[in-house]
């Protein structure tokens, strides 16, 4: 199995500039190197095309649809691809709208996708619940088939995953009207105060069994503010309080032994709002932990 590195320079789902450079900073940060170095196979399939026009949106439309409509169809084309021919893609954000894209494609080219979704927010407005109209805030939700039919169907799939097989770690900061369509949901959600409680290894060892229940494959989509802005500055939207940098690697260590991974992306990473590139660092750091680097 070769591991296939995908960028998705796009900022069009965020509120803040910057996130469409995070691809660029993490690879500055040499991830490929750093996956070389493991003796693992690794290939940079390079970037994504992303228009740069943006269209001018009225007050009735969700924030560029058309934008990361097209930007989601065409990852998922080729995550799927990437999958189907028997290798394990790492796709770099951008904002977290693409991965409507990334599990989209996962979901295609498998018969059962679960899906750990690792974020200090919900990501599970829609249109009308959402205070901003930015669309990563919805990609959770659109995942599973709620919220905008454009978003919904986007990556030619829907719902690419079961809300059985969802969980959610880290999450701190909901919005009111999101927090109640959770509630009606079936996803499973174990907020800070939960890894407060349990610690991190239970919650994963939870969260590696529900998803992976009666499923081909698991995917993992980590958005770098999951910890806290101590430990990752360079975000959009940072909310203190958030995972330590020892219980963001032990989650990554037990998701490879558990062995459920098969696809994954990593989000959010701003290198405008970064101190010296150390949050594309810690991406880096992470990435390689998921695919079996220990931290000793």
């Given at each position: 199995m070769k591991y296939k590195v995908i960028g998705v320079p796009t900022d069009f789902g965020a509120n803040r500039r910057g996130v469409d450079m995070g691809p660029s900073a993490i690879r500055?940060?040499?991830?490929?190197?750093?996956?070389?170095?493991?003796?693992?196979?690794?290939?940079?399939?390079?970037?994504?095309?992303?228009?740069?026009?943006?269209?001018?949106?009225?007050?009735?439309?969700?924030?560029?649809?058309?934008?990361?409509?097209?930007?989601?169809?065409?990852?998922?084309?080729?995550?799927?691809?990437?999958?189907?021919?028997?290798?394990?893609?790492?796709?770099?954000?951008?904002?977290?709208?693409?991965?409507?894209?990334?599990?989209?494609?996962?979901?295609?080219?498998?018969?059962?996708?679960?899906?750990?979704?690792?974020?200090?927010?919900?990501?599970?407005?829609?249109?009308?619940?959402?205070?901003?109209?930015?669309?990563?805030?919805?990609?959770?939700?659109?995942?599973?088939?709620?919220?905008?039919?454009?978003?919904?169907?986007?990556?030619?799939?829907?719902?690419?995953?079961?809300?059985?097989?969802?969980?959610?770690?880290?999450?701190?900061?909901?919005?009111?009207?999101?927090?109640?369509?959770l509630k009606t949901s079936q996803v499973t959600v174990f907020t800070m105060d939960d890894i407060d409680r349990k610690g991190i290894y239970q919650v994963m060892e939870e969260a590696i069994k529900i998803s992976s229940q009666n499923v081909e494959s698991v995917h993992l989509s980590f958005d770098i503010d999951v910890l806290d802005p101590l430990e990752a500055p360079g975000v959009g939207t940072p909310v203190k309080g958030g995972l330590t940098y020892r219980e963001a690697h032990l989650a990554m260590e037990m998701l490879f032994e558990a062995n459920i991974l098969r696809s994954m992306d990593l989000v959010e990473v701003n290198p405008i709002l970064d101190k010296y590139n150390k949050s594309a660092q810690l991406a880096v750091d992470l990435i390689t932990s998921a695919l079996g680097k220990k931290v000793y």
């Open positions: 500055y940060a040499h991830l490929v190197e750093e996956i070389e170095k493991m003796g693992l196979n690794v290939e940079d399939l390079g970037d994504l095309p992303i228009p740069i026009l943006r269209r001018k949106n009225t007050k009735e439309e969700v924030k560029f649809l058309t934008e990361v409509v097209e930007i989601c169809d065409l990852l998922a084309f080729k995550v799927e691809r990437v999958i189907r021919d028997g290798n394990f893609p790492i796709i770099l954000g951008g904002d977290h709208s693409i991965s409507m894209g990334s599990v989209g494609g996962a979901a295609r080219a498998n018969k059962e996708l679960g899906l750990i979704w690792i974020d200090a927010h919900g990501d599970f407005n829609t249109y009308e619940s959402s205070q901003s109209g930015n669309i990563h805030g919805m990609p959770l939700a659109a995942i599973l088939g709620r919220g905008e039919e454009n978003l919904v169907r986007c990556g030619g799939i829907h719902p690419k995953v079961k809300e059985v097989n969802t969980v959610l770690v880290g999450v701190r900061d909901l919005d009111r009207e999101e927090a109640k369509l």
